[in-house]
């Protein structure tokens, strides 16, 4: 059974997803009745959101969208990853209103598609810091070349627990290792970053990839990271680049064949129930 650490669910009629226009194939929506019909099919038994990027404005209003979900009897919502802005001078304020939120479990703000100097600034790092000691997470999601100013963020912040999207966003699709090996073995050497395994077939080449592409990248993650730091997550609608989520799962399942069954459920379910207290 598994815990899907990183869920998007899309609203087009609810909230505003201004990234969207540029990619034609998730300019949908994606909604948690669609995706429970297929989860409870493949064996998920709950499931976390992943901020979507919205609009600004409603970044707080997709939070609530979650918590209205997660009050659906039966629901298999767990919580939410946030959306955040570090970088603003009002960050304080608004985070001392989001620790009053149950139903947030944690906060992301993306920096793949953004300028690297973005989260360089003091104000940045400073404001990231104010995790500690609040149980919330902090997900990472950047290139391969970024890996090393997501480290520089990490060390600044020893106390807070971050997470590592999608084995570092190697390019798959390219085959190439080198210089995400060697920064995923950097990263991964510090205690309070976790790796998430998913959606990596988005990265591979979206109609001919095969399962041996995947895998290098899989399994020096969690080489790296070790068994009890890694959590697994769908990336759906993401991963349906590369084949519908039923095809991950399926994937993940073949990927760590032959592993025992305690390191396979750490993975799939264990780590992210109490990393995330679920």
Not at 259 to 266: G, L, M, P, R, T
Request: with cysteine; proline share 4%.
């Amino acid at each position: 059974m598994l815990i899907d650490t990183h869920l998007h669910l899309i609203y087009r009629d609810k909230l505003s997803y201004p990234w969207l226009a540029n990619v034609e194939k998730l300019n949908r929506d994606s909604t948690y009745a669609d995706y429970a019909s297929i989860a409870r099919r493949i064996g998920i038994i709950g499931a976390l959101h992943m901020e979507v990027d919205v609009a600004d404005k409603d970044r707080d209003a997709e939070t609530d969208m979650v918590k209205s979900l997660m009050e659906q009897p039966d629901s298999l919502m767990r919580g939410a990853i946030a959306s955040c802005r570090p970088e603003s001078e009002d960050f304080a304020a608004w985070f001392d209103e989001q620790q009053s939120c149950a139903e947030i479990k944690g906060l992301r703000r993306i920096l793949h598609v953004m300028p690297d100097e973005l989260s360089t600034t003091r104000t940045f790092r400073d404001n990231v810091k104010r995790l500690t000691g609040t149980g919330l997470t902090f997900d990472l999601c950047v290139l391969p070349s970024q890996i090393p100013l997501a480290i520089e963020l990490v060390d600044h912040c020893p106390d807070v627990q971050f997470v590592l999207d999608h084995c570092g966003v190697p390019d798959v699709k390219s085959g190439e290792m080198s210089p995400w090996q060697e920064n995923m073995t950097q990263i991964a050497s510090r205690s309070n970053v976790v790796g998430k395994i998913s959606g990596v077939i988005a990265y591979g080449d979206h109609d001919n990839w095969v399962l041996d592409d995947m895998r290098p990248y899989v399994e020096h993650t969690i080489k790296a990271f070790g068994w009890d730091r890694v959590v697994w997550g769908s990336d759906s609608p993401v991963c349906t680049q590369g084949g519908r989520i039923e095809t991950w799962v399926a994937a993940t399942h073949a990927l760590i064949d032959g592993c025992s069954a305690d390191e396979k459920a750490a993975l799939l379910r264990n780590n992210a129930m109490q990393l995330w207290n679920l």
